[in-house]
T-cell receptor, first 112, second 115 residues
Framework: QKEVEQDPGPLSVPEGAIVSLNCTYSNSAFQYFMWYRQYSRKGPELLMYTYSSGNKEDGRFTAQVDKSSKYISLFIRDSQPSDSATYLCAMSPDNYGQNFVFGPGTRLSVLP | NAGVTQTPKFQVLKTGQSMTLQCAQDMNHEYMSWYRQDPGMGLRLIHYSVGAGITDQGEVPNGYNVSRSTTEDFPLRLLSAAPSQTSVYFC??????????????FGPGTRLTVT
C-alpha cells in the first residue's frame, strides 16, 4: 500500500461546479498537510497549507483534514476553466522539507 | 526575482552518458531539494540540502550526485544515465526556521529522456 493515495482521475466537471479532491494516507504521524496545483508542463505551486485537523478556507478553496479517518480533501467552489490542472496532496510529520510525502496527483478538467 | 530557475528545459541522453542539471534560486533560501516526477508515482525526493556545504540523500538517490557550494546553486549530476532515469526533474527551495521548512517553491522542471 502506498503511503499517500489519490484518485488519478481525470476528473471532468462543468464550469461552476463544486469539486472535491481527496487523499488518503496510512502514516498516523502526519501532521502537516498541503495541496499543490500543477499546470501542464509547469512546476507545482502551493495552494493550501494546514496543520492538524480541521478546515481552512482561502477564497474559493477549502482544505479539510480528518486525521481520525486519515483523509484530507480540497474543495473548489465555483470552479473555473483556469482551475484545470493536476492537484497534488503532500503531507509531513514534522514540517521538515525532506520528510514531505507527495501523492501522485489528480488531473482536473473544468469545461466551459 | 526570478525565483527558482532550471536548465536545460529538455534533454535527451544516451545510456551511459553523464550530465548536470542546473538549479539556481535568488530568494536566499537555505533549503533546496531535487525531486523526480513519474506517472502515477508522485514527486520523489532524490537529494536535499539544508545549507551551503550540507547535502543528504532522499528516497531515490542512486545514480545521482549533488553538491552545494553556494546558497544559490544546487546542481544535480547524473553519473551514468540509464533509461530508468527518464523522468521530469524538479528543483525546489524554501526558507527555514529552526530547521523546519515552509512553502517550497518549485522550478519549471527539466524533461529528461534516456535512450
Amino acid at each position: 500500500q502506498k503511503e499517500v493515495e489519490q484518485d488519478p482521475g481525470p476528473l471532468s466537471v462543468p464550469e461552476g461546479a463544486i469539486v472535491s479532491l481527496n487523499c488518503t494516507y496510512s502514516n498516523s504521524a502526519f501532521q502537516y498537510f498541503m495541496w499543490y496545483r500543477q499546470y501542464s508542463r509547469k512546476g507545482p505551486e502551493l495552494l493550501m497549507y494546514t496543520y492538524s485537523s480541521g478546515n481552512k478556507e482561502d477564497g474559493r478553496f477549502t482544505a479539510q483534514v480528518d486525521k481520525s479517518s486519515k483523509y484530507i480533501s480540497l474543495f473548489i467552489r465555483d470552479s473555473q476553466p483556469s482551475d484545470s490542472a493536476t492537484y497534488l496532496c503532500a503531507m509531513s510529520p514534522d514540517n521538515y522539507g525532506q520528510n514531505f510525502v507527495f501523492g501522485p496527483g489528480t488531473r482536473l478538467s473544468v469545461l466551459p | 526575482n526570478a525565483g527558482v530557475t532550471q536548465t536545460p528545459k529538455f534533454q535527451v541522453l544516451k545510456t551511459g552518458q553523464s550530465m548536470t542539471l542546473q538549479c539556481a534560486q535568488d530568494m536566499n533560501h537555505e533549503y533546496m531539494s531535487w525531486y523526480r516526477q513519474d506517472p502515477g508515482m508522485g514527486l520523489r525526493l532524490i537529494h536535499y540540502s539544508v545549507g551551503a556545504g550540507i547535502t543528504d540523500q532522499g528516497e531515490v538517490p542512486n545514480g545521482y550526485n549533488v553538491s552545494r557550494s553556494t546558497t544559490e546553486d544546487f546542481p544535480l549530476r547524473l553519473l551514468s544515465a540509464a533509461p530508468s532515469q527518464t523522468s521530469v526533474y524538479f528543483c525546489a527551495s524554501s526558507y527555514t526556521t529552526g530547521g523546519a521548512s515552509y512553502e517550497q517553491y518549485f522550478g519549471p522542471g527539466t524533461r529528461l529522456t534516456v535512450t
